[in-house]
């Protein structure tokens, strides 16, 4: 480039003095022809004569570049972060063979211009840290190259780290929750992520306390012995902390003015400083857990049977902590000891820790079905269709015990009259005791009146959002919003993942590492189903190539594009994990007996969002969106995604 430059000004200066000295000049915008007035007077043709042209003179810096008959300028960018996502700032990134370097942002993000067919090594630094890797090597380098990550790690450094985070029970993280460190440890405050980091002096031992007002923590507190090393995945779950005094979260329903009345309805217990419960009800149409699978439990009239949870998890209530417990065939869990009383007196309920979905003298050996199951995060029993003693009526309700202490009830056909619902701590009734209205006690959170899903059909109504994304954000209460806008790429490259070798009508289990979760209608798993036919589920796999309404809702899905797809005449479905999400992504894969191409991408973010983006779709049908398993609403009224 200089070259060509010295030959056109060569021609302009062919006379004067040799100057002793290099002159630079700028030419400013909008001046054309540039002012060559401000040179120095008498330049020759020894003189080396340099201008800049900044790059808003033409339309972007390629044309500048290639208007100048340079080599463009392409760009490797990509993200500093430590092993918990977060960015680290001021890393410098050295290229070797004359690239330059340049310096982490606040967020951990660099980018870097390298000419085109550059060749070299690119090496992270940064005092007191190392990297992995610990440098990356081009060849020839003819396109930008974006997602060039690495994660950074202090080394030696010289004092303990404790770190975490602190969210909600739908994966939100929480703000200004203060850790307090005892026995001289300090405190910290999370930030607006629910990040949490504090270093303590080594050999400290002590508790670390969560707090910040109207709020419980689940645990209240960890205990720490002797900290010689970095210990991170300090998690903590908040959740707003307000439970009536008075209640003792149990229901009698005991009289011809006074009968069941929570058919069609769940209720989450959340424990708050492990001595009480707040609830929240939701109205449903099916049990949130699908039985099916499960170990069935032989049950005869007023019987129970014993259950071992796998592994090391553990169920609790009331801050005590069980790896088994019993179920009743008379519609209660009890964890001590197993029961058979038929009898739901309130002295009965009281006696022992004790879950009472339907305390009722039921008869499994007359009819239905009773059945336990353990997913990743909860136990799950399931009462269907089973009849009172003496009684061909019905009844179906379950019970699920999540391991971070939470207890969730639900109904659907409830036939009997009477009963106990409820928990229990043991203690016997207490002297003040004054039933709960459950059904006008707890909040009723409404349906989710915006479904979020559309179906491509007929030939009217074909699939429309080929290059387009729509983001899925998480509220408070569990339900999405959504906006999309248009895209030329996909927003994660999928290179580097883990290829998921699936027929036609397959699916396959993908576990995240570590203690990475996803979530979905605040349900939370640290592992998911793939399926071949462009959707991922949760709770089961599933293999359904029929895009109907009735099986996108059957289960808690994401549909990317529910068609009957076959990865197994082509193209490629994969899997990758990243700091802050875990991506699957179909490339190229046909529909069952055609030979088009069909590429679109699903992020799971671990804070709850869904991200879902379409590069070439040529199917077109199938149906977009979110489910939460609860069956096709029935107000149900698709989403246009293309107009929001």
Known sequence: MKKTIFTSLSILFLCGVASPYDIETSWIHGENPPDFSRIHENPTTADLIYFTVPTDVFFNQWTTERTLEDKPTLFISGRVRNFIGIGIDGVRLTFSNGGGSTITDSSGFYRKGVPDGWSGIATPSKSGYGFLPSQRSYSYVNSNLPDQDYTGFEVNPSTPLISGWIRNFIGMGIDGVRLTFSNGGGSTITDSSGFYSKRVSDGWSGTATPSKSGYGFLPSQRSYSYVNSDIPDQDYTGFVAAPPADDYLTEYFSSEEDIFDLSNRSLMFTPINNVSYSGIQREITKLPTDPAGGTELSLGDDDCEFVQLYGQEKVSIFNSSFASFYVGSNGYITFTEGDTEHSESLSNHFDSKRISALFEDLNPSGGGLVSWKEL??????????????????????????????????????????????????????????????????????????????????????????SNRTIMFELTADGTYTANQK??????????????LELGDDDYMLVKLDGHATVSIFGSVFGSFFVGSNGYITFTEGDDDYSESLSDHFSTRRISGLFEDLNPSEGGLVNAKQLTDRAVVTWENV????????????IEMYFNGRIHISWLMIEAENGIVGVSDGLGVPEDFAEVDFSEL
């Open 486 to 499: 248009k895209i030329t790429q996909l927003p994660t490259n999928p290179a580097g993942g883990t290829e």
């Open 376 to 465: 990743a995060n909860r136990a799950v029993v399931t009462w269907e269709n089973i009849p009172e003693y003496g009684n061909g009526n019905s009844n179906t309700f379950q019970i699920e015990m999540f391991f971070d202490g939470r207890i969730q009830l639900s109904w659907l056909t409830i036939e009997a009259v009477n009963g106990i619902v409820g928990l229990s701590n043991g203690l016997g009734v207490p002297g003040d005791f004054e039933e709960t209205d459950i059904s006008e006690k707890y909040p009723l959170l409404s349906p989710v009146r915006e479904n979020f899903t559309e179906q491509f059909s007929s030939e009217t109504d074909t699939f429309d959002l």
């Open 590 to 601: 046909p529909e069952y007996g055609s030979s088009n191409s069909n590429t679109f991408q």
